[in-house]
């Protein structure tokens, strides 16, 4: 029989924190959230399901499983482990290649740096010296884009993909190898497959990817990305844009960019849901046409310049079947939203931030809209709308108010404030700049600079940054309301808007114009069916239009506003 001091220690004991090790293995009822699970759950779930279809470099239809396609990722992930990189650049198009490598190097317990390729090449080199990269993959068309970085860490060593339709051989290439190479390193350490890697991560608020901003105005910034808040956006996604509302599995088309906002979580979130993702090297609107017809494609994401080529294409027509559209990256035009529906194109229309995971509010479509008139409903539909299934509401907050203290403007449709967001997807906060962190965050909230109006049915809509409220004579003129009035003259394709200096109102509009495929326009035909055709308020109507062949767009869509003010101070076009 024990005697009072031992009896004393076990029920003390009760109290008393437990071991690390007795707390892990009661623990039943959780795991870390990492979405690098979702691969090899799929390829446990449907081995052969199709994962990819692509059409390689050298012109070849290329299609994987889905059990394929772990093996790859797990190939890398192993090859990675084996050198001990941590930090590893991408600087791909949407290949095969750029998707494996999403999960190869997470599962490998590393950190991924995706680049825009269409960033100069000084950008680029700053970017991968920033991140610490200590490898790179790179698609073998861009590898003269590293030229400036392979000067200045000749060290650093480089992952070529050729991406071709051969695994091994002649036409394969560097990546391939790294492949092979890993799946070797596993059999010879005992084959313990995904057993042995971080499918699951070890810490869900651990660093899955540097995600870094355009950097239109300033450095570019590196956005930190953890494997839970990826993991809820994916899991968000797949609600939001009905990636799994099919019987069938979901045919997902990537025309948005894999490099942005980790392709706004999808290649996590239609892997969640097993289905294909047809990769594309470039935009190309008749090979799309051509996907969506014969494909049976049945999701896609897109900023509104590519829907509106998209949907101005002559091989456009009506599909028989509806594709539903991710639309963001910028607010899109009720116009454009009643071409889409024309043409079976059903809009989902979402907004948000590289600082929260890419998309983090919608626009809801009520079934009440459908007695309202088709002006007023389109209307409704390019609203930003509310707040996502894994983020909190979102909130609309005075501008004016001192740093730090947060008051939301009335809901009334009419004052203007700031969209803040906040919870489980916004960013961890800036790599490397903890004054920019603190600014980001300031007050407890995530602050995205975008001016919008909050609606009596709590729905936000933009009107603009802050930078880009043109306020002529008093009155605030929103660029992006202007520039959704003028894509409504039958002519135009596209239109940007931005100040420019005028001694009696202080600043006045200017807009440029694109001009539809087969017609002719004046910007003098333009602000007389503004003045007298449009509805358009006196007060906004462009004193200049200018009609160009084409408008600066970002690599995501957006039209660089930055470049369009230095067109106005006469910037020599081709240099900007």
Not at 303 to 311: F, G, I, M
Not at 366 to 380: C, G, H, M, Q, S
Not at 474 to 495: F, R
Request: charged share 25%; aromatic share 8%; glycine share 8%.
């Amino acid at each position: 029989m024990s005697g009072p001091k031992s009896r004393l220690q076990q029920f003390t004991s009760h109290f008393l924190p437990s071991s690390h090790s007795d707390k892990a293995s009661h623990i039943v009822n959780r795991h870390t959230l990492s979405p690098t699970f979702f691969l090899p759950r799929a390829a446990a779930i449907e081995p052969n399901a199709q994962a990819i279809h692509h059409i390689t470099a050298n012109n070849q239809v290329l299609r994987r499983s889905y059990i394929e396609t772990a093996d790859r990722a797990r190939g890398l992930a192993y090859y990675l482990k084996k050198h001990g990189y941590k930090r590893v650049g991408i600087l791909c198009p949407n290949t095969p290649a750029f998707l494996e490598s999403i999960f190869g190097i997470a599962a490998g317990g590393a950190v991924n740096v995706a680049v825009n390729y269409r960033l100069k090449p000084e950008d680029i080199a700053y970017i991968f010296d920033h991140s610490d990269a200590d490898v790179i993959i790179v698609d073998q068309e861009y590898l003269g884009l590293l030229d400036e970085f392979r000067k200045q860490k000749p060290h650093i060593p480089l992952i070529v993909d050729t991406d071709t339709d051969a695994t091994e051989g002649e036409l394969s290439g560097p990546f391939d190898e790294a492949v092979l190479e890993g799946l070797r390193f596993d059999i010879e350490s005992g084959s313990h497959g995904w057993d042995g890697l971080e499918a699951q991560a070890a810490d869900e608020d651990s660093l899955i990817a540097l995600a870094y901003t355009s950097g239109t105005t300033a450095r570019p910034k590196g956005v930190e990305y953890i494997h839970r808040g990826c993991y809820l956006a994916a899991m968000s996604n797949v609600i939001e844009s009905g990636l799994n509302y099919l019987q069938d599995r979901c045919r997902y088309l990537w025309t948005l960019p894999m490099f942005h906002a980790m392709g706004w979580t999808f290649p996590w979130a239609i892997t969640a849901v097993r289905g294909t993702h047809y990769c594309l090297r470039k935009i190309d609107y008749p090979l799309i046409w051509k996907l969506l017809k014969e494909e049976n494609i049945t999701h896609f994401n897109a900023a509104p310049t590519v829907n509106t080529l998209l949907c101005a294409a002559k091989e456009a027509e009506k599909l028989p079947t509806p594709v539903r559209v991710t639309v963001a990256a910028s607010p899109p035009t009720p116009h454009l939203f009643e071409q889409m529906t024309n043409l079976n194109l059903q809009p989902v229309h979402v907004y948000g931030l590289t600082e929260t995971y890419g998309p983090i509010t919608k626009g809801y479509y009520l079934p009440e809209w459908d007695a309202i008139p088709t002006v007023e409903r389109y209307k409704k539909m390019a609203r930003q709308g509310h707040g996502f299934i894994g983020s909190l509401p979102v909130r609309v907050i005075k501008p004016e108010e001192p740093e730090g203290i947060i008051i939301d403007v009335q809901k009334d449709g009419k004052e203007i404030g700031e969209i803040v967001f906040l919870g489980n997807i916004c960013c961890k906060g800036y790599y490397k700049d903890p004054e920019a962190t603190n600014k980001l965050f300031a007050g407890g909230v995530l602050h995205s600079g975008d001016l919008a109006v909050w609606h009596p049915d709590g729905a936000i809509q933009i009107l603009d940054r802050a930078k880009d409220i043109i306020i002529s004579g008093g009155e605030n003129i929103s660029s992006v309301a202007l520039e959704s009035m003028l894509a409504t003259h039958p002519d135009i394709l596209e239109a940007g808007v931005v100040a420019v200096p005028d001694s009696h109102w202080g600043e006045r509009p200017k807009a440029f114009i694109t001009v539809q495929v087969g017609k002719q326009l004046k910007g003098e035909d333009v602000i007389e069916w503004a003045k007298h055709v449009s509805g358009i308020s006196r007060f906004m109507v462009p004193r200049e239009v200018e009609v160009v062949a084409e408008l600066p767009k970002t690599s995501t869509g957006k039209i660089k506003k930055n470049v369009l003010r230095e067109w106005v101070k006469g910037t020599d076009r081709k240099t900007v």
